[in-house]
């Protein structure tokens, strides 16, 4: 920053030599005082000191701003992710789970350019592919042909880059009239496999317009397909890149690949007075210098208001997640039932601590002095409307089991209840009605993992997933039917049951995580309540990635 320009009364050294230079006659030759040239140099130093200061502060304000701009941002985007996922992961479970091409497009038509209902669709294509030794075969198309489809070999060439099933795969194909990114994830089952392949359009100008009501107008931005800000990368941007000024980032990660947000201020984002402050004290001199000290004390309250809001907005977050956390557990039981001859144990264990409220759930129904009627269950995503579907189905489940409803007529009505394509959620369940005296136990699935029986026999710890006839998961399809399976069980046995959180691993095919769990209980020597914290931390560690409920039958005779 220059010095300040010099104040009127510079001139008066250049006057006083004038009249030093013909003094009067009669008259003393007079000099300024030395404290009017102190409080002169004093003033000077103050006004440019304050200059300097206002504009640091001012330099890093705007940093300050900007940086919490781009982490909002970067938030506002990263929550984008998962509607991107989310319709490729649902197709693969729904396959996966023995549904149809048909409930495949029922659910994602909507989501789809060319569907009845796309008001504002998210792919202009979309087909599911099963992978055979002969190549990859589709079984469902919606949309237009897929751009990697018109070569051969490059949807084959694609889908080999899928990292591991439920990782999704992705590709840009940024050139051309029709620039799009192309997306893939592969499904969980070992055979057959499905791939669920997906094309986001991306505007052909890669342009974009920021309404003049969003939160950052402020703010010219790019977002790019990788990590490095190339021309070839650019998907989309509100004013051409690169720019030549002060500019934020972040990388959202976004499946295999990653996305790169770039922004500008395009304005002052703490208003347009700020840069003037330094220009306003050095004009107005000394005059202004307690100006300049209330506008800086102004600036740092300022600022110090600003992270007082954002410790507030934290506290409040906190709470919201305190609270959701409570209606999580008061939506489980607060006790189980006491059977004679049947011990029961169960466990919640919430995922990571910074996402939202979960939908899995567990449930133990006593029907009469020695019958029973348990569930556990797993509603797709998280949030409030997770939880809600994963109440109504619950206590309908407890509803149904009161009335004496069978375990197949009581799944056979929650098809009802929800619906994925209105309600956007799915639900896996197992239900179970046990004859403790007679150690029966009749089990139904809708989608949801096998229990896993543990016994004791010839001396030795034995454990085996009892093998359901899985149905679709409720929400899927209204006309499916659930066959139940009847098991006798030996004495003192053991009935686990569980949701996915318990086996799953991202990059790893689910027979390896049902192996561990079965490996890990022969292992344990302890049975009842500290029996499934050590199977959780056997499983998990101190780090669970998504929730998990554990059900425990034990039989005591």
Same mark, same amino acid.
């Given at each position: 920053?220059?010095?300040?320009?010099?104040?009127?009364?510079?001139?008066?050294?250049?006057?006083?030599?004038?009249?030093?230079?013909?003094?009067?006659?009669?008259?003393?030759?007079?000099?300024?005082?030395?404290?009017?040239?102190?409080?002169?140099?004093?003033?000077?130093?103050?006004?440019?000191?304050?200059?300097?200061?206002?504009?640091?502060?001012?330099?890093?304000?705007?940093?300050?701003?900007?940086?919490?701009?781009?982490?909002?941002?970067?938030?506002?985007?990263?929550?984008?992710?998962?509607?991107?996922?989310?319709?490729?992961?649902?197709?693969?479970?729904?396959?996966?789970?023995?549904?149809?091409?048909?409930?495949?497009?029922? /659910?994602?038509?909507?989501?789809?350019?060319?569907?009845?209902?796309?008001?504002?669709?998210?792919?202009?294509?979309?087909?599911?592919?099963?992978?055979?030794?002969?190549?990859?075969?589709?079984?469902?198309?919606?949309?237009?042909?897929?751009?990697?489809?018109?070569?051969?070999?490059?949807?084959?060439?694609?889908?080999?880059?899928?990292?591991? $099933?439920?990782?999704?795969?992705?590709?840009?194909?940024?050139?051309?009239?029709? $620039?799009?990114?192309?997306?893939?994830?592969?499904?969980?089952?070992?055979?057959?496999?499905?791939?669920?392949?997906?094309?986001?359009?991306?505007?052909?100008?890669?342009?974009?317009?920021?309404?003049?009501?969003?939160?950052?107008?402020?703010?010219?931005?790019?977002?790019?397909?990788?990590?490095?800000?190339?021309?070839?990368?650019?998907?989309?941007?509100?004013?051409?890149?690169?720019?030549?000024?002060?500019?934020?980032?972040?990388?959202?990660?976004?499946?295999?690949?990653?996305?790169?947000?770039?922004?500008?201020?395009?304005?002052?984002?703490?208003?347009?007075?700020?840069?003037?402050?330094?220009?306003?004290?050095?004009?107005?001199?000394?005059?202004?210098?307690?100006?300049?000290?209330?506008?800086?004390?102004?600036?740092?309250?300022?600022?110090?208001?600003?992270?007082?809001?954002?410790?507030?907005?934290?506290?409040?977050?906190?709470?919201?997640?305190?609270?959701?956390?409570?209606?999580?557990?008061?939506?489980?039981?607060?006790?189980?039932?006491?059977?004679?001859?049947?011990?029961?144990?169960?466990? /919640?264990?919430?995922?990571?601590?910074?996402?939202?409220?979960?939908?899995?759930?567990?449930?133990?129904?006593?029907?009469?002095?020695?019958?029973?009627?348990?569930?556990?269950?797993?509603?797709?995503?998280?949030?409030?409307?997770?939880?809600?579907?994963?109440?109504?189905?619950?206590?309908?489940?407890?509803?149904?089991?009161?009335?004496?409803?069978?375990?197949?007529?009581?799944?056979?009505?929650?098809?009802?209840?929800?619906?994925?394509?209105?309600?956007?959620?799915?639900?896996?369940?197992?239900?179970?009605?046990?004859?403790?005296?007679?150690?029966?136990?009749?089990?139904?699935?809708?989608?949801?993992?096998?229990?896993?029986?543990?016994?004791?026999?010839?001396?030795?710890?034995?454990?085996?997933?009892?093998?359901?006839?899985?149905?679709?998961?409720?929400?899927?399809?209204?006309?499916?039917? /659930?066959?139940?399976?009847?098991?006798?069980?030996?004495?003192?046995?053991?009935?686990?049951? /569980?949701?996915?959180?318990?086996?799953?691993?991202?990059?790893?095919?689910?027979?390896?995580?049902?192996?561990?769990?079965?490996?890990?209980?022969?292992?344990?020597?302890?049975?009842?309540?500290?029996?499934?914290?050590?199977?959780?931390?056997?499983?998990?560690?101190?780090?669970?990635?998504?929730?998990?409920?554990?059900?425990?039958?034990?039989?005591?005779?």
């Amino acid at each position: 920053m220059g010095q300040p320009p010099p104040s009127s009364d510079a001139t008066l050294p250049a006057a006083a030599g004038v009249l030093d230079a013909a003094p009067p006659a009669g008259a003393t030759a007079r000099h300024l005082h030395t404290a009017s040239v102190i409080v002169a140099i004093a003033g000077v130093v103050i006004v440019g000191a304050l200059a300097w200061v206002t504009g640091v502060v001012n330099s890093h304000t705007q940093a300050h701003l900007l940086g919490v701009q781009t982490r909002d941002a970067a938030l506002v985007l990263g929550e984008v992710v998962p509607t991107v996922e989310q319709p490729l992961e649902t197709a693969v479970a729904v396959m996966d789970a023995g549904g149809s091409p048909a409930d495949v497009a029922r /659910y994602l038509a909507p989501e789809v350019g060319t569907g009845t209902n796309a008001q504002h669709p998210l792919f202009d294509s979309f087909s599911v592919w099963r992978e055979t030794a002969g190549g990859a075969r589709e079984v469902l198309a919606l949309g237009r042909q897929p751009a990697l489809a018109t070569e051969p070999g490059r949807l084959a060439s694609f889908f080999a880059t899928i990292d591991a $099933p439920r990782s999704m795969a992705v590709k840009g194909i940024l050139t051309g009239p029709h $620039p799009q990114i192309a997306v893939a994830e592969e499904g969980v089952g070992t055979s057959p496999r499905y791939v669920a392949y997906g094309e986001l359009p991306i505007s052909p100008s890669h342009r974009a317009t920021a309404p003049t009501t969003s939160a950052f107008q402020n703010l010219s931005d790019a977002i790019y397909l990788g990590k490095r800000p190339t021309a070839r990368a650019l998907l989309t941007a509100t004013t051409p890149f690169p720019s030549t000024g002060v500019t934020g980032s972040a990388v959202i990660p976004f499946g295999q690949s990653s996305l790169l947000f770039v922004d500008s201020p395009t304005a002052p984002l703490g208003g347009g007075v700020l840069p003037l402050l330094p220009w306003i004290i050095a004009v107005t001199g000394t005059m202004l210098v307690v100006g300049a000290v209330l506008a800086t004390e102004w600036l740092a309250r300022r600022r110090r208001l600003a992270e007082r809001l954002a410790q507030e907005n934290h506290r409040l977050y906190s709470e919201q997640r305190t609270i959701a956390q409570s209606l999580q557990q008061a939506l489980l039981p607060q006790a189980l039932p006491t059977v004679e001859g049947l011990a029961l144990a169960a466990r /919640y264990v919430p995922g990571d601590p910074t996402a939202d409220i979960g939908g899995d759930w567990y449930d133990v129904i006593r029907c009469g002095e020695r019958h029973l009627v348990f569930t556990v269950g797993d509603v797709s995503g998280h949030g409030i409307p997770a939880a809600n579907a994963m109440a109504s189905l619950h206590f309908a489940i407890r509803a149904y089991a009161a009335q004496g409803d069978s375990a197949p007529t009581i799944l056979g009505k929650l098809t009802s209840l929800l619906d994925i394509a209105r309600d956007g959620h799915f639900a896996t369940v197992l239900l179970g009605q046990l004859d403790v005296s007679r150690r029966e136990a009749t089990l139904v699935s809708a989608g949801h993992l096998p229990p896993l029986l543990v016994w004791d026999g010839g001396g030795e710890r034995k454990a085996m997933f009892i093998e359901t006839r899985s149905g679709s998961p409720i929400g899927v399809s209204r006309t499916d039917s /659930y066959d139940p399976v009847t098991v006798s069980l030996p004495p003192r046995a053991r009935l686990l049951a /569980y949701t996915d959180g318990l086996v799953e691993r991202c990059g790893e095919h689910l027979d390896v995580g049902l192996e561990r769990l079965r490996q890990t209980v022969i292992g344990l020597d302890d049975t009842g309540s500290d029996t499934l914290d050590e199977v959780v931390r056997a499983l998990t560690g101190d780090d669970a990635r998504d929730d998990i409920a554990l059900l425990e039958l034990r039989w005591t005779s």
